[in-house]
């Protein structure tokens, strides 16, 4: 794997990016990983080794396709299935990392320069299971809720915003994500078959 660096890092730029990449390693580096029924535990382990392995594998491709690793080395329990936080910056496109699902505590962060790129990076997978966008302008709200092709699309103004709306709302999944349509009136139907019954004297 690529050689991490030092676990304090400064951001000199002041781009989005790097403001960006500056909280979401601060937030990043409070997750404790270690047994979920130990106090001081925020972060537990994933479901089994091969998963564990799964992922591991993910990071050192992106490492060797030329990601950029942002956080340091952590020290992890000695057993269970531990995978630490990860955050990738430099991921372009076309690597694994970005194109299919990882399922595990990995986050990689794409730059785009405007709107319409960002949609097209959105996009840009055989997977459609869920989105987020984040904006406070209408206009944008309404054209990514149009633009993305994802089975549910969360549109949020503020991290303060609650994560659900009240009630269930069916979804279906885009492309190689999902199994049908999910939750909501349309999601007991999809377990159902219509029948009909006649009966003549």
């Not at 106090?39 to 564990?52: E, R, W």
């Amino acid at each position: 794997m690529a050689t991490r660096p030092p676990s304090s890092i400064s951001c000199f730029v002041l781009s989005f990016h790097d403001t960006l990449m500056d909280a979401v390693l601060t937030a990043s580096a409070t997750l404790v990983p270690a047994d979920p029924l130990d106090p001081v535990s925020n972060f537990g382990p994933l479901a089994s080794a091969t998963q564990a392995n799964r992922v591991t594998g993910f990071i050192a491709a992106a490492c060797a396709e030329g990601g950029e690793c942002l956080t340091p080395e952590r020290s992890l329990p000695e057993t269970g299935c531990y995978v630490a936080p990860t955050v990738f910056t430099g991921i372009s496109r076309e690597m694994g990392i970005a194109q299919d699902e990882v399922f595990g505590p990995v986050l990689s962060v794409l730059r785009f320069s405007d709107f319409d790129e960002a949609m097209e990076l959105a996009n840009a997978t055989h997977y459609g299971l869920a989105a987020t966008v984040w904006t406070r302008d209408a206009r944008r709200t309404h054209a990514a809720a149009k633009a993305i092709r994802a089975g549910r699309v969360t549109l949020r103004a503020s991290a303060a915003a609650s994560d659900q709306s009240g009630f269930a709302l069916g979804a279906e999944p885009w492309g190689a994500s999902g199994f049908g349509v999910e939750g909501g009136i349309e999601g007991l139907r999809a377990y159902s078959r219509l029948k009909s019954l006649e009966l003549v004297r």
